[in-house]
């Protein structure tokens, strides 16, 4: 079987035939020859090949760029949706590959719906039964909006306001409130957002703004004349100070002298301060469990209508000689279960909670028992 280009050709039977490869761009007719091995006469047919119609699109190709909206440069895309950009014929059916070979050979099928990043470039293949297939291509650009660097969350002290500000470079501006200036003043607590547009991409950008809570005053510790603070509540680092004029960044104060003093207490807001009064009490150092009417016991007794008081003394190994209670109204006479203790130093700390509860206040100091 040999193949002809012209009928005079084969029905010489030369050596004029077709290549195994050749292609047409318009109706062709080609002759087939086919010669019986026994002498019959050889059959000479005609074959026409015809240039179908391909499927008609609206157009071959469409571009579109996309704004992603989380700002991470990527979007998932259903492409799906731009079929009607080609055809709206129901009875088309489509699908996507990565380039335009893979679409004519319907080879590479992309799932859909895809994740686009910067432009790319995704050919369609239409078939519809009864014509021929055609291709396009639609280019999608992945956008990035531009947000503030500048707008923050923030805190402001009580009864106080702000200003919200966007900054500069965006070409237009749509604050929660109406406003449309690049920052809105005179800004309470609550929530706000503002929409951000630039170069065809708007970013809604929210913003929160927040009551400073006041720090709160936990803990006064009293160990002689140092006074150690605790703090919570607030914005810390905390300051400290106790004439609410000279600040530090520790919570220790080192010989302070005895008396009243007041504690001041800062966040790094420095909205309003906290502050708690003290006072550093002369201290029991030393009894005398003799008997004599003088020193005779370590007496705490005028703290017994303080709330949560704590009064316990220790050996120096650490071990507890006494636990204060109102059974025995927080008075220690220097001895265990009736026994005299033997001469020694001793430590204590008693402790109780002032202002509704919500302080604490500890000393802690030493303790000589003299038995004679």
């Known amino acids: 079987m040999r193949y002809y280009g012209d009928i005079n050709d084969a029905n010489a039977g030369n050596n004029n035939t077709l290549p195994n490869n050749w292609s047409y761009t318009a109706t062709t ?27 008609p699109l609206i157009k071959t190709t469409h571009t579109v760029s996309i704004c992603d909206e989380d700002l991470d440069g990527i979007k998932e895309m259903n492409l799906l ?43 369609i293949r239409f078939e519809k039964p009864g014509a021929c297939p055609n ?36 070409d237009s501006y749509l604050w929660s409130t109406g406003a449309t200036t690049p920052s809105i003043s005179n800004v309470g607590p609550g929530s706000y957002w503002v929409d951000l547009t630039f170069n065809g991409c708007t970013y809604r950008q ?6 400073s809570s006041v720090p709160v005053i936990t803990t006064i510790e009293i160990n002689g004349t140092t006074v150690t603070i605790g703090a919570s509540g607030g914005t810390p680092p905390y300051e400290y100070s106790l004439d609410g004029v000279n600040w530090q ?30 006072v550093i009490i002369n201290l029991i150092n030393t009894i005398t469990p003799n008997t004599d009417g003088y020193n005779d016991a370590i007496d705490y007794s005028a703290l017994m209508d303080n709330d949560n008081i704590v009064f316990r003394i220790f050996d120096r190994y650490g071990a507890e000689v006494f636990r204060g209670s109102k059974t025995n109204k927080f008075i220690w006479d220097g001895k265990i279960t009736g026994r005299p203790v033997n001469t020694a130093t001793y430590w204590y700390f008693i402790s109780w909670t002032e202002f509704g509860g919500t302080t604490t206040v500890k000393y802690s100091s030493w303790l000589l028992v003299k038995n004679y």
Request: glycine residues 4%; charged residues 15%; hydrophobic residues 40%.
């Open 29 to 55: 007719t080609i002759y087939i020859r086919v010669d019986s091995p026994d002498g019959c006469p050889p059959v000479i047919k005609p074959l026409i090949f015809t240039i179908g119609a391909k499927l």
């Open 81 to 123: 949706t731009f079929i009607n950009q080609f055809t709206t014929d129901p009875l088309v059916t489509a699908t996507f590959h990565p380039t335009l070979l893979d679409a004519q050979n319907n080879t590479a099928q992309i799932t859909n719906p895809m994740n686009i990043t910067g432009t790319q470039t995704i050919f």
């Open 135 to 170: 291709v396009a291509s639609i280019t999608i650009t992945i956008r990035i909006p531009k947000h503030s660097v500048v707008l923050d969350n923030v805190v402001i002290c009580p009864k106080t306001l702000t200003t919200l500000d966007a900054g500069p470079g965006f």
């Open 206 to 211: 929210n913003v929160t703004v927040t009551e």
């Open 249 to 278: 960044d520790s919570n220790i104060f080192m010989n302070v002298p005895r008396g009243n003093h007041i504690i001041h207490v800062r966040d790094s807001n420095r909205c309003e301060e906290a502050t708690r009064p003290f």
